[in-house]
T-cell receptor
Framework: GAVVSQHPSRVICKSGTSVKIECRSL??????MFWYRQFPKKSLMLMAT?????????EQGVEKDKFLINHASLTLSTLTVTSAHPEDSSFYIC?????????????FGPGTRLTVL | AQSVTQLGSHVSVSEGALVLLRCNYS??????LFWYVQYPNQGLQLLLK??????LVKGINGFEAEFKKSETSFHLTKPSAHMSDAAEYFC????????FGSGTKLNVKP
């Protein structure tokens, strides 16, 4: 149980185009979904937190107009990288969480490797 | 405020040797602590977690960690390293969201 999928697993795009990444909780309904970015040889950086039906909460320094997050249902969140540039190339990981007592039990997706040419 | 420090960005051990990956945390509230493993180009897999109860926590693949409040530590250990343990390991503390350490890359030599 508690499987999270991401699609696509890899995407290569040209500079200036937009890319959408989907994150789905396959066998549970997630109260909250998180989007992370991971730079090479670095830790995960939280980009934003999203709850179904409401606007995402972005971390400081993350451009909300560039990284659009839509949380359409309790099992689906999407991250759209708009007008992508080479510096947006990175590994993007989502997680879906269930409230377990006083903390969020998070389940991570397998990640999406974005390469912008 | 919550934060996590992992000492040693790279750790190298011989196959069969003890694995010790260090994690110290700071938290203004009782912490929930996690260890994750990441293989290349993959997401994070939960190894083990401490929420409440027994301070020695056993996880998958023979790993365990001990929560020591007095030392604000949650070090990860495994008695005997296997080649398949080579990966990146992340310690994390959770309150409303996760705060990850910078990661430790474990290399296992034959």
């Amino acid at each position: 149980g508690a499987v999270v999928s991401q699609h696509p697993s890899r995407v290569i795009c040209k500079s200036g185009t937009s890319v959408k990444i989907e994150c789905r909780s396959l066998d549970f309904q997630a109260t909250t979904m998180f989007w992370y970015r991971q730079f090479p040889k670095k830790s995960l950086m939280l980009m934003a937190t999203s709850n179904e039906g409401s606007k995402a909460t972005y971390e400081q320094g993350v451009e909300k107009d560039k990284f659009l997050i839509n949380h359409a249902s309790l099992t689906l969140s999407t991250l759209t990288v708009t007008s992508a540039h080479p510096e947006d190339s990175s590994f993007y990981i989502c997680s879906a969480s269930i409230l377990a007592g006083r903390y969020n039990e998070q389940f991570f997706g397998p990640g999406t490797r974005l390469t912008v040419l | 405020a919550q934060s996590v420090t992992q000492l040693g960005s790279h750790v190298s051990v011989s196959e069969g040797a003890l694995v010790l990956l260090r994690c110290n945390y700071s938290s203004s509230v009782p912490p929930y602590l996690f260890w994750y493993v990441q293989y290349p180009n993959q997401g994070l897999q939960l190894l083990l977690k401490y929420t409440t109860g027994a301070t020695l926590v056993k996880g998958i693949n023979g790993f365990e960690a001990e929560f020591k409040k007095s030392e604000t530590s949650f070090h990860l250990t495994k008695p005997s390293a296997h080649m398949s343990d080579a990966a990146e390991y992340f310690c994390a503390v959770n309150f409303n969201k996760f705060y990850f350490g910078s990661g430790t890359k474990l290399n296992v030599k034959p």
